[in-house]
């Protein structure tokens, strides 16, 4: 069956970077795109971008432009998403999800990795 | 950005009730609205999809409806596996964003 299996949990010192995996099985890697979405201990749902895994194409949400990077290797059906400058803020469980290509406006995400949670502290 | 605001935020409920959970957009998205359902320490859940799209595997009591700027998910007879936070989500925009969630409790 489809599945995402994201990396495990991370601490960070403010100011640093975090990368995170999501190894992708049960279907072709390349033929659907991957976004991330965070969310903070008690909080909703964030949208950070997407990523193309066929041609590396990516788009971020505006409030990370900047200190965001998603890449993929597509030997490994691997996505990662890296994010710099981390400030306790960031502190969360980031998810990736698989969403259709291209969607255009059609964009869900199903299913999910089981989250990584992230904690920024000095 | 397309702003969504969920009512209500929270929500007390019986096992057999009717349950209603509203979006409502600041601007037209069509039916590009999606819903998914999250239980404590889980990952999102995607149970409708293009506003009124059952996803596979979703039980027949979840249905959704509207379009243009106001969008309904109707749960028709609560079960006890229903009791979650259900999120909405627009891709209208290339910006997605999510609504900010209803808690469903007992």
């Known amino acids: 069956q489809v599945q995402l299996e994201q990396s495990g949990a991370e601490v960070k010192k403010p100011g640093a970077s975090v990368k995170i995996s999501c190894k992708a099985s049960g279907y072709t890697f390349t033929s659907y795109d991957i976004s991330w979405v965070r969310q903070a201990t008690g909080q909703g749902l964030e949208w950070m971008g997407w990523m193309h895994p066929d041609n590396d194409n990516a788009g971020y949400a505006q409030d990370f432009q900047g200190r965001i990077t998603m890449t993929r290797n597509t030997s490994i059906n691997t996505a990662y998403l890296e994010l710099s400058g981390l400030t306790p803020e960031d502190t969360a469980v980031y998810y990736c999800a698989r969403t259709p290509p291209f969607c255009g406006g059609d964009c869900y995400f199903s299913p999910w990795g089981q989250g990584t949670r992230v904690t920024v502290s000095s | 950005d397309v702003q969504i605001t969920q009512a209500p935020s929270s929500l007390s409920a019986s096992v057999g009730d009717r349950v209603t959970i509203t979006c409502r957009a600041s601007q037209n998205i069509n039916n590009y609205l999606n819903w998914y359902q999250q239980k404590p320490g889980k990952a999102p859940r995607l149970l409708m999809f293009?506003?009124?799209s059952l996803e596979s595997g979703v039980p027949s009591r979840f249905s959704g409806s509207g379009s243009g700027t106001d969008f309904t998910l109707i749960i028709s007879s609560l079960q006890p596996e229903d009791f979650a936070t259900y999120y909405c989500q627009q891709s209208f925009s290339s910006m997605i964003t999510f609504g900010q969630g209803t808690r469903l409790d007992i």
């Open positions: 293009g506003a009124t």
